[in-house]
């Protein structure tokens, strides 16, 4: 009998998770960590907030209840790509702290980077001109401006993306993955 | 540096589809294929259409565009576990070709399994008490009595789970699986 060569089951999986208010960062740090860890040759998928709300979560809103219901899909789906060993990279803002404990509860080797950004950048920033509108009240339960969002306590990893830039953002992240043996090499 | 060891990139993530009529025995095979492939080292997870229904697409009812909504949430995560090497199988009536062919088209390495038997032994099979609230008209939009089902034209296997035992089914899919290379030993 032939032995099923490289067995992903031997691997392990685990979930990245990146929080943090509009405009913080996550979405290129999410990018960048996985084209840094595809060259490493390992399985990676990302969960990018806006995609998600397209392919997963179309319909729902952006009220308390809805975001729960969002995160949680999001973490159904980590946790099955986690399982079967490969690495799930998830870019949400997630602000509830509730939804991020359910997150780390039901995800093997969760791994929290909290992408801080005094909030004063990030309206600066404002990539999607959202901050504006939602400034004019033109959208809302925008986070930051007309809904909270609850800074993570006890994070694993706290990237400061107003002090860093990405490639420095992104090594500290690769070194505390290194660090918990989630991955071997950098 | 230390070569990241047995990455699971090298290993060939597929989905095995098990399409068919309530009550034709989709959720069997799933259970009793995943057991086989977890018994094989296999990174395998189930997509089961009542789980997915809480997990993924609550909310979401029967009508044709609420169920292409329902497989193609289905289809996303599917993906996600194949592109990282795991195998995903999808127990789903799935009764549209339009959602099947959506599914083969973004899946790489998709094996479509039309678990056939005749709708009259479904009926009397009646696992869930279904059937017979649908023909008293309790439940409707209901797949076989009120909806209908578009049998796969071409699909990978075909197992007739009114002549075979949910043992001689499974292993037909398996070999199919080993004759694809998707899995070496059996």
Not at 117 to 139: M, S
Request: proline residues 5%; positive net charge; hydrophobic residues 35%.
């Amino acid at each position: 009998m032939k032995k099923q060569s490289s067995s992903p089951h031997s691997s392990m999986g685990f979930t990245v998770w990146f929080t943090g208010l509009p405009g913080a960062g996550k979405s290129t740090l999410a990018k960048l960590l996985e084209s840094r860890l595809r060259v490493l040759g390992l399985p990676v998928e990302t969960l990018n907030g806006d995609e998600v709300r397209k392919r997963l979560t179309k319909g729902l809103g952006f009220s308390r209840e809805d975001r729960l219901e969002n995160i949680r899909r999001i973490t159904y789906v980590a946790n099955l790509i986690t399982r079967v060993g490969g690495i799930s990279i998830v870019a949400d803002i997630s602000p509830y702290a509730q939804s991020r404990d359910e997150a780390r509860k039901e995800i093997k080797n969760f791994v929290e980077v909290y992408v801080q950004c005094p909030l004063k950048t990030c309206i600066e920033r404002d990539p999607k001109g959202l901050y504006a509108k939602a400034q004019q009240g033109k959208v809302l339960h925008f986070t930051g401006i007309s809904d909270p969002y609850e800074e993570p306590l006890n994070p694993t990893i706290i990237v400061e993306t107003e002090k860093e830039n990405p490639e420095e953002s992104t090594k500290k992240v690769l070194l505390e993955l290194q660090n918990l043996n989630l991955i071997l090499s950098i």
